[in-house]
């Protein structure tokens, strides 16, 4: 598996992270064959937040692995918190981050984070308790490294503020059908709904300061609304994306994931299957280079208008 650094951190980690967000969904057996799967194709990063399964998937995940300190030096493990759907709202506290990791830890039967994300943005965030509380999480050895999920620049450099610890990712919304971050890159100063900046230009931004952007739902189209890859709605971005699918000897999957590799901004996909054979796939994709040509006529086919 091929690696980069995750941020400015020294911290080498896979190009491709394990998502198990629907771990529940697999019995005790299942769930250990998949983790097995993954950590003999080298995808040793497993990515959690403490509301998937509202915990149980960070259970199950301990227990499939066989939690042990031996093995927990074999891996890479990243969590979020700061979502509370029991009472509807975001809350990024200090005391919330803190009694967050705590269950965290205690879930994934460990006694440190090598990553902790901040969930979907808290407006009501006072930097300073952020700070605080990564610098006891930090000082007791609870978490190695911080980041954010779905941050635009403005709430990012405002926790940066406060915050003394390097922000090494931010996860993000991104796949072939959902590119706005991409695409209002193509778009500036021209009068169309493809120039409209919805997120600070995201992009440039993680390039210019090294934070390693991870996609999530790669194989999404809307917001949860199903998977583009052989789908009807998308005619013309399956069909390309078999055609250069065919030509490398690999499947769609792939591809799609190959795409989002292929951007210079060096991102680490997050992949949400519990499919053996699609985790495979997946995988693999690390092994395609897509050429410049494929990778814009993959873009256009699935409706995004160059200027």
Request: charged share 25%; with cysteine; proline share 4%.
């Amino acid at each position: 598996m091929k690696t980069i650094k995750l941020g400015t951190s020294t911290l080498e980690v896979p190009v491709v992270a394990v998502g198990c967000m629907r771990i529940n969904s697999l019995d005790g057996k299942q769930a250990e064959q998949f983790v097995r799967t993954a950590l003999d194709e080298g995808a040793n990063f497993f990515e959690h937040a403490d509301i998937y399964g509202a915990g149980k998937c960070e259970e199950i995940f301990a227990e499939a692995i066989g939690m042990s300190a031996s093995v927990r030096e074999s891996v890479i493990l990243q969590s979020k918190c700061g979502i509370r759907p029991d009472v509807g709202m975001f809350d990024f506290s200090k005391e919330h981050i803190l009694n967050s990791v705590d269950g965290i830890l205690k879930r994934l039967k460990t006694e440190y984070l090598d990553v902790l994300l901040l969930h979907r943005p808290d407006t009501l965030v006072e930097p300073e308790e952020v700070a605080e509380a990564f610098d006891q999480l930090e000082s007791s050895g609870k978490v190695r490294h911080f980041g954010v999920s779905n941050q635009n620049p403005m709430q990012i450099e405002l926790l940066k503020k406060h915050v003394k610890q390097p922000l090494v990712a931010n996860q993000l919304q991104l796949s072939i059908t959902n590119a706005n971050m991409i695409s209002q890159g193509f778009n500036v100063n021209m009068e169309n709904s493809a120039a409209v900046n919805r997120d600070g230009s995201i992009l440039d931004y993680c390039r210019l300061h090294d934070i390693t952007i991870q996609p999530w739902s790669p194989f999404q189209y809307g917001f949860f609304e199903g998977v583009f890859l052989g789908n009807d709605k998308f005619p013309e971005l399956n069909k390309k994306i078999d055609e250069v699918a065919a030509n490398y000897g690999v499947s769609n999957t792939t591809i799609a994931v190959a795409w989002l590799l292929r951007h210079p901004a060096k991102m680490q996909p997050v992949i949400g299957t519990m499919n053996i054979e699609r985790l495979r796939d997946c995988i693999k994709a690390c092994n395609i280079y897509l050429t410049r040509e494929e990778w814009y006529d993959i873009y256009r086919s699935a409706g995004n208008v160059l200027p």
